[in-house]
């Protein structure tokens, strides 16, 4: 990727400055773990039945431990140490709680906590042809991120995403298939069709039609999450779709009202002339109220209205 600096209408090349080591990589993601991932820190170099975990954190979304590994160069299997690294979580969830609760002044509760969503981030300046092949399947819990820093204090951060529909577990040699099925188990990575099989084709229909009108909104992504699909612009919320049976409800994000009346930044409201949405609020344990527009999604909504209703959305975060 070629970066430019404009200075008076000029444009002047950014030149790379390279890692020299993980641990610069390793220090700069530890301080940024919440910008970066949406994650809260636990700890660093966290040992474990004789495995050094680089970086560990917490998602507090989906309530579940994530690990992030560094590596600077080619040399290493992200399958094997990646399934190597969640069996060790998965046979020591006490030591992976007491450690958070010892660094982070909480408590966890075991019973609490959604094991199946457990994850790795691998973190490089670059992954070679065959690491990338190595996670191409539908259901490996990894996630590869490349990372680059550049000479005018620029980081370039971009997930290597699969395509693949193929599960690892009927492709992997037999060597692997013991430690990867105990694994699989447990972790589940959730698909699109977790959500889709809950409703009617009818329904599955109109979605993809509602997806891809979504999609053709410039820096919109689609996150596929355990309860409910969002639909996400920077690291900013646009929408969660909640999948049912005969429906989906579709759930405009307004903003927070706080206990003392006040509204957060930029709090959304829509211009809504058919009164297709309803208003909908909670309270969280801070007191403070998580306000949304709630919209009834199925085969008698107007396409065309509801995108209308989406981008009033949209252009208020851009």
Known sequence: MDLYDINGGKLNQVDLNSFKLEKEIQNLVEKNTQTLFDLEFVSTEFSVNNFRIDTLCFDEESNSFVIIEYKKGSSYSVIDQGYSYLSIMLNNKSDFILEYNERCDKTLIRDKIDWSQSRIIFISPSFNSYQKNSVNFKDVPFELWEINRYSNNTISLNQIISKSTESINTSTNKGRKNIINKVSEEIKVISEEDHTNKTSDKIIENWRKLKNLILELEG??????????????????????????????????????????????????????????TTYSWTWKSGDRGNVYKIKFDDKTDLNYLIFLLKQKYESLS
């Open 220 to 277: 919109v992504e689609i996150l596929i999450k355990k309860s409910y699909i969002s639909v996400v612009f920077g690291k900013k919320t646009l929408c969660y779709c909640n999948f049912k049976t005969k429906n989906i409800f579709i759930e405009i994000n307004r903003g927070i009202k706080k206990v003392g009346g006040e509204k957060s930044k930029n709090f959304f409201n829509i211009d809504d002339p058919k009164k297709l949405t």
